[in-house]
């Protein structure tokens, strides 16, 4: 599997080119690694570019596409990353307005891969086996039960704050291919792991979420780890942080030091 992050260029000849490698290629997918560069390789040949590709210091499966004007990779622009390390961390989100963000920390990092809802008509989770564990990415604190999103409107416009409820949220996780019984899903939403704050004995979202899952008949999670995190989320390339007041210095700690497990797999003979 390949994941690609692409950069932008200042030369007219590589923007063009980067555009047709999106439209061919896209941000991921099942192709050989040889079947790939066979695609920029072509590309380049078409706007009479030359291409280099350029190994990342200690990630051999992690890999610098550049173009240049010479073939002495003079004025050269590295057009895209391309990671085809084996996925253990899966990064998703279910507004792809909040895709962009979480590409860039992640798509080129060795043994992670980042991907979002599309439509209907695709399922982006499938590609994944179900030893990865799925990073399920969005807004937990702009309203109450609800999943929400940077714009507002990427959920469903008929709820109070346009976003998910917990059975919404898995419905969408399902139909974009969520594989049977993943080994955990941690849910990454600010007081996801909290309980309302009119209500300190109340559910949190994240508990609500998991209801949904092991009621679902039609769906097995009984061999899955279900977690979320307490507090004001801000996500970093080296995991993020949390903080019990937004933005307040004196209460950040790791985020996985605010960890919580809703529900652990169950004992299957």
């Given at each position: ?243 019990t007041q937004r933005e307040n210095e004196a209460t950040k700690v790791r985020a996985m ?13």
């Amino acid at each position: 599997m390949y994941r690609i992050t692409y950069c932008k260029s200042d030369m007219h000849k590589a923007a063009a080119a980067i555009q047709v490698l999106q439209s061919s290629l896209g941000t991921t997918g099942t192709r050989v690694y040889a079947d790939v560069r066979r695609v920029f390789d072509d590309v380049a040949e078409r706007y009479e570019l030359f291409f280099q590709e350029k190994g990342v210091k200690d990630e051999p499966a992690v890999r610098e596409m550049v173009f240049s004007l010479d073939d002495k990779g003079r004025n050269g622009d590295t057009i895209a990353i391309v990671n085809t390390s084996p996925v253990h961390m899966v990064y998703y989100t279910p507004f792809p307005c909040m895709f962009a963000q979480v590409e860039g920390l992640y798509q080129a990092k060795a043994g992670y891969a980042v991907t979002r809802h599309i439509g209907d008509a695709t399922k982006p989770l499938a590609k994944f086996g179900p030893h990865a564990m799925f990073y399920i990415v969005c807004h937990g604190d702009k309203t109450g039960g609800e999943a929400t999103c940077d714009c507002g409107n990427c959920g469903n416009n008929l709820n109070l704050g346009r976003g998910l409820t917990p059975g919404e949220l898995w419905q969408r996780l399902k139909a974009d291919g969520l594989p049977q019984n993943p080994s955990c899903i941690r849910l990454w939403a600010c007081l996801g792991a909290d309980p309302p704050a009119n209500d300190p004995t109340g559910k949190s979202f994240a508990a609500y979420f998991h209801m949904q899952a092991s009621w679902d008949d039609e769906f097995k999670t009984e061999r899955t780890l279900f977690q979320s995190f307490s507090g004001y989320l801000t996500m970093t390339k080296n995991g993020g942080y949390s903080y019990t007041q937004r933005e307040n210095e004196a209460t950040k700690v790791r985020a996985m030091d605010r960890l919580r497990t809703i529900a652990k797999p169950q004992q299957v003979k």
